[in-house]
């Protein structure tokens, strides 16, 4: 009997290790993403007759007249900042302050679109103050979470000039695989809002 047993527990150990050897086992692969190269930072003057402002923009960025939007004058002077090694955008908008465009309602508009559709999305939008040493005042948005723009600001005078830009990807919103880039294209964006000057 003993002997019986033996042979059967001998037969189911070597079916078990045989069997073992033969599975697959996997323990998963970790979520990554791909490796970045970064071109090196260089700019170029954006000055454009008839535009009443100007600054300095990424040499691997190219402007595009954006006429998307309105018939008003305002129109005449938006652009977007497309920035194809990223699938990136900077979208600038300008207005005229003035009877039509005033000066309280165009900063209530600044950040009403900051807050809109992201304030339930975000898992936090701090606000920065601006004051560059061109005398452009401002607030910049820094937006957390996986919102469609991370990177969001207006630039005044308080009395003529209102100009206000959002950075946007042509990609679905993660904050982890973005927040390279977002790192990357946010000195992109400081060094326009401190290059710029208003005509």
Not at 16 to 22: E, H, K, L, R, S
Not at 86 to 95: N, V
């Amino acid at each position: 009997m003993r002997t019986v047993f033996k042979t059967v527990l001998a037969v189911m150990l070597g079916a078990v290790v045989i069997t073992a050897c033969n599975s697959d086992y996997s323990t998963g692969k970790k979520k990554g993403y791909f490796k970045i190269s970064f071109p090196e930072k260089k700019y170029q003057l954006f000055d454009q007759p008839d535009y009443p402002y100007t600054f300095e923009y990424p040499v691997y960025a190219n402007i595009i007249k954006d006429t998307t939007f309105f018939d008003d004058k305002a129109g005449d002077w938006w652009i977007n900042i497309d920035i194809p090694a990223f699938a990136g955008r900077i979208y600038i908008s300008y207005k005229a302050i003035g009877p039509q465009n005033k000066f309280d309602s165009l900063v209530r508009d600044g950040f009403k679109m900051a807050y809109k559709q992201h304030v339930e999305i975000s898992t936090g939008i701090e606000e920065s103050r601006i004051l560059t040493p061109n005398s452009v005042s401002g607030m910049y948005f820094d937006l957390g979470g996986n919102t469609a723009t991370a990177n969001q600001f207006f630039l005044t005078d308080t009395t003529r000039h209102f100009l206000r830009g959002a950075l946007y990807f042509d990609a679905a919103p993660n904050a982890d695989s973005l927040s390279i880039v977002n790192s990357f294209l946010r000195k992109d964006l400081e060094h326009l809002i401190n290059t710029l000057h208003w005509k």
